[in-house]
Structure formats: C-alpha cells, structure tokens
C-alpha cells in the first residue's frame, strides 16, 4: 500500500493548506487538513518535514495549533533517524542524502524542531549530528583511503548512473547548504550547539570554493584547479546560486563576519544579472522557479548592507512570476500554484518559509 500523496508537504492537500492559514482563512485550511490526513498520518520510514506527521506539525505550527500526540510522534521518529546515523558513521560509511538533507533527512526534521515555540532536548541532539559531518568519515570505504567530507555522499545523481566515489551535493535541498543554513538559523534563534562555529566555517568555505557545481565528483576534485566550468547553471532555490547565497549569508550574519556577508549578497547579484543563467528558469514554481527566486532575494535584500543593490531585481522577479503565474498546473506548495501565490503575496506572517531554509 503506497502512502497518500495528501501528505506530503509538497504537493496537494498537506501543502495548499499553508496558502488560507497565511492568509488567515482557517475554515479553508481545516477542510484540507481533514482531507490530508484522511485515513492516518504516516510514521514510517518516508515520514519527514515533507511528508507525514512531521509535515503535519509544520503546518498545524504555522495557524499556532499544537497536537501532543504529533509532537511525540515526531520525537520518537527524530529519535530513530539520530540512533541510525550514529550506527552509520560507526560502520565508517559515508551517509546517504535522506540521512542528512532537508527534504527526506534530519535537517528538515532540525528545521521542524527549531520551529517550535520552544527548544527541545531532540534539537539539541539533531544539531550536533549536523556538527558531526564537518568531521571527515575515516578512510575506510575507497581502496586509496581518501579522506573526503563527512557528508560525502555514495548515490547517485537523480536518475543518472551510478558515479565512481560518489560526490559532495551543495544544494539546500538535498546538499550540504541545507545542514549550513539550519545551524546559522539555530545559533542566530540563541542555540548554538557545542562546535558550531567550526562545523559552520567548514561548510561555508566548502560552498565559497565549489558552490559553481550543484555537486562535486571525485574525479572534479582531482582537477589541479578545480574551477566550475563555464556553463551556465539555474539559480533556483532547491540547487544553484541564490539558495547557497541565502546560506551563506545566514552563515555570516550567525557568526557575525560581515566581509563574509558582503561576499554571499555578491554571489546573488552577479547570479540575478547574469541573463544567462536566469533564461534557464523556465516555471514559476518555490523550488525551482520565479517564486522561489523571488523569495529568497526577498530574504537577501531584507539582511543585506546594501538592501537597494537588490531592488531592480525585485522589481524584475515580481513581474516574472506574475506573467507566468496562470501557467502552473500543479495544485501544490513546492513545486504549484500554491507555493507560487505565497511568492506573490509576498507576506510571511506564519513562518511557512522555515520549511525552506530562508528564514
């Protein structure tokens, strides 16, 4: 029996109910709660901030509603995810992407926690599992006993072959960008887990060197230089320039490096004016379309020293979503109507983008 797509976060039901409850239509809400979590809420192993219980506590975080038994539900499954990293990292393997990443691992459950009212113990704990994989995993897994990132991962690369000695993914979604952005949002909420800083600058520097790459292959850190090539790549949110930008500003701003934030708000202008690589967005969606871009420049200009280097982008950005806002088909919040309307509506009175990361 597969899951009800209702539950996820992403698309249909569980997701759409984010769009009445910022706009303070609750009554709408309710109706698609009730039919998002018809016939239960999922626990499982495919429970995450995207899917299942704990995607049903975001949403019922963001209309100020609490239900103990989700809560409890969710802590239990943090508490399973945390035992199965530790048991990995001491069979000196690298992790999979689901382990860490924001979408199916423990940096979204991280972001879900540190959206609470208030901190908890399983918080603390998600934070320095993150901590941990700015330590390199012992030699053990390639015959010559290179030593690579602790978030190095062995899978593939969406649906492509399999790559020899696996690869370094830097998006916010699924890469080390998103474990970058929830540590900066924890230390800057007052909870900075012992080692922090440290786990902090190795990621950031990591992202300064390589972020030109979605991700790095063993084979392109063999390169002498090791410089991204010069195709351009989509800006988007989910993989690309503005959403580590968004991470590496938060970076900065949690350890208070400002040479450092003026570098992040450069790598999103020199992406936003660079029409080569915004040509490539080609739909209006959060996760890797016009609203999503619009949404963390928002967040970028907001932090920004210099806000109004971001304001003719804006301008540009909110007239792109809106002339390609009635050509969404999908009903849902990451990559539909409603994540795009979010974006238009331009409000984040609820807290709904901490599902992304941006804030």
């Known amino acids: ?16 109910a984010l769009l009445p409850i910022e706009r303070g239509d609750l009554k709408h809400a309710r109706r698609l709660l009730r039919q998002a979590i018809d016939g239960g809420v999922s ?20 209309a100020g509603r609490t239900e103990p038994g989700v809560h409890e539900a969710v802590d239990r499954l943090v508490a399973s995810r945390l035992a199965s990293a530790v048991r990995r990292r001491g069979s000196r393997r690298q992790p999979s992407l689901a382990e860490f990443d924001l979408i199916r691992g423990l940096t979204g459950l991280g972001a879900l926690l540190l959206a609470r009212p208030q901190p908890s113990p399983p918080l ?13 995993v012992p ?8 030593e690579l990132p602790g978030w190095w991962s062995l899978e593939t690369l969406g649906h492509d072959a399999a790559v020899p000695g696996g690869h370094s993914n830097h998006g916010v979604a699924h ?135 971001f304001a003719v982008h804006l301008e540009y950005l909110e007239d792109r979503l809106a002339d390609e806002l009635n050509t969404v088909d999908k009903p849902g919040f990451l990559e539909g109507r409603t994540g795009a309307l979010l974006a238009v509506d331009g409000t984040d009175r609820t807290g709904w983008t901490r599902a992304l990361l941006i804030t």
């Open 175 to 309: 890469g080390i960008a998103g474990p970058l952005a929830l540590l900066a949002l924890a230390v800057r909420h007052g909870v900075a887990p012992p080692g922090g800083d440290e786990a902090i600058k190795v990621f950031a520097d990591w992202l300064r060197r390589f972020s030109g790459y979605y991700w790095m292959t063993r084979d392109q850190l063999a390169e002498p230089k090791c410089a991204p090539g010069s195709v351009p790549a989509r800006p988007s949110w989910c993989y690309g320039a503005l959403g580590i930008a968004r991470s590496l500003q938060l970076a900065a701003l949690a350890t208070g490096d400002e040479a450092a934030c003026h570098a992040a708000e450069e790598i999103a202008v020199a992406a936003l004016a660079d029409s080569a690589s915004t040509s490539l967005v080609t739909d209006a969606s959060l996760c890797h379309g016009w609203a999503g871009l619009l949404t963390v420049t928002r967040a970028l200009a907001a932090d920004a020293t210099h806000p109004a280097r």
């Open 124 to 136: 603390t704990e998600v934070l320095a599992y993150l901590v941990s994989l700015a330590h390199p």
């Open 139 to 146: 030699p053990g897994e390639f015959a010559d006993g290179a």
């Open 1 to 16: 029996m597969t899951s009800p797509r209702t539950q996820a976060l992403s698309e249909d039901a569980l997701g759409m």
């Open 43 to 62: 626990v499982g192993a495919n429970a995450s901030l995207f899917h299942g219980a704990p995607a049903l506590e975001f949403v019922l975080g963001r």
